[in-house]
């Protein structure tokens, strides 16, 4: 049960005490997305010009791709919106269960999005000897991905500790334990436990040696990640816990909705890489 008691509906997307009419917190959401377009679009460019005139001994990327993953890995990232979607409208009608939940599973899909870009680029650089020095479709393409990549990776690190705020006992300020320092507490026992899995499901893939590069060799290779995954969500599940009122509600919703405009964005922007980068290379 939430504190924040309000007497009739909030109006999320108007405030009255600004001289826009719109939240400054969304405004300013907006602001660094409309940035942000632009130097995504200025990555993009690069890309496809240096791939409409090639230099003379460029790979051909049709070798080196796996659309059967590429695809995979996008539909997760698309059902993590989705996902994303559904938190937002929960908290707006202030069910902070289904909050909770729908926070959770965009940071697992997100996680996914994340594994699946590292065995991509694994497999290019050790298998397909593409670096970013090796020529120059390699390094548009790996600046371009990989800055996607850290975007996707800063919006899971939001979404845990947005998913650690929704915990805030009601009288935090009066309790003897300090909520910082058990949020810290959390967010460590979450990242060692996702780093754990990671590395083990590395260590355990290069002694299985599994052959070919796709969909199946990725889960067949890294179940144990994917396990170190849903332990760490496990542990977020156990860790925060409550037992008693907390501090968050449907007040809190332009926090969520504003990390849900960031989000999407990343989503929208990779809708624009996988067609672009990878599709228009099989037309």
């Known amino acids: 049960m939430s504190s924040h008691s309000a007497t009739g509906a909030i109006d999320h997307h108007h405030d009255a005490t600004t001289s826009t009419g719109i939240p400054n917190k969304k405004l300013f959401m907006w602001t660094f997305l409309a940035s942000d377009c632009m130097f995504f679009g200025a990555l993009i460019s690069m890309h496809v010009i240096y791939r409409i005139h090639p230099p003379a001994g460029s790979p051909d990327p049709r070798t080196i791709f796996s659309i059967e993953l590429t695809s995979f890995?996008?539909?997760?990232?698309?059902?993590?919106?989705?996902?994303?979607?559904?938190?937002?409208?929960?908290?707006q009608k202030g069910n902070l269960r289904s909050t909770r939940n729908n926070l959770l599973g965009t940071i697992f899909f997100?996680?996914?999005?994340?594994?699946?870009?590292?065995?991509?680029?694994?497999?290019?650089?050790?298998?397909?000897?593409?670096?970013?020095?090796?020529?120059?479709?390699?390094?548009?393409?790996?600046?371009?991905?990989?800055?996607?990549?850290?975007?996707?990776?800063?919006?899971?690190?939001?979404?845990?500790?947005?998913?650690?705020?929704?915990?805030?006992?009601?009288?935090?300020?009066?309790?003897?334990?300090?909520?910082?320092?058990?949020?810290?507490?959390?967010?460590?026992?979450?990242?060692?436990?996702?780093?754990?899995?990671?590395?083990?499901?590395?260590?355990?893939?290069?002694?299985?040696?599994?052959?070919?590069?796709?969909?199946?060799a990725f889960l067949s290779g890294h179940l144990v990640s994917l396990i170190g995954l849903a332990a760490s969500l496990a542990g977020l599940l156990f860790l925060g816990r409550s037992k008693g009122p907390v501090d968050f509600g449907e007040a809190n919703a332009m926090d969520v909705e504003s990390m849900g405009l960031y989000w999407h964005f990343v989503d929208i922007v990779w809708i624009i890489i996988f067609p672009v980068v990878y599709l228009l290379e099989y037309i």
């Open 73 to 91: 890995s996008t539909f997760i990232l698309l059902m993590s919106s989705l996902l994303m979607a559904l938190a937002v409208n929960a908290i």
């Open 110 to 216: 997100g996680l996914i999005f994340l594994a699946c870009q590292v065995y991509e680029f694994q497999h290019f650089v050790h298998e397909r000897n593409l670096t970013l020095s090796s020529s120059i479709f390699g390094s548009t393409f790996y600046t371009l991905t990989g800055t996607h990549g850290c975007h996707v990776a800063i919006g899971v690190l939001w979404l845990v500790l947005m998913y650690i705020r929704t915990f805030k006992p009601a009288d935090a300020d009066k309790s003897r334990k300090p909520w910082f320092i058990m949020s810290v507490v959390h967010l460590i026992v979450f990242t060692i436990a996702t780093l754990l899995g990671v590395y083990v499901a590395v260590d355990f893939g290069h002694q299985m040696h599994v052959p070919g590069f796709g969909v199946g």
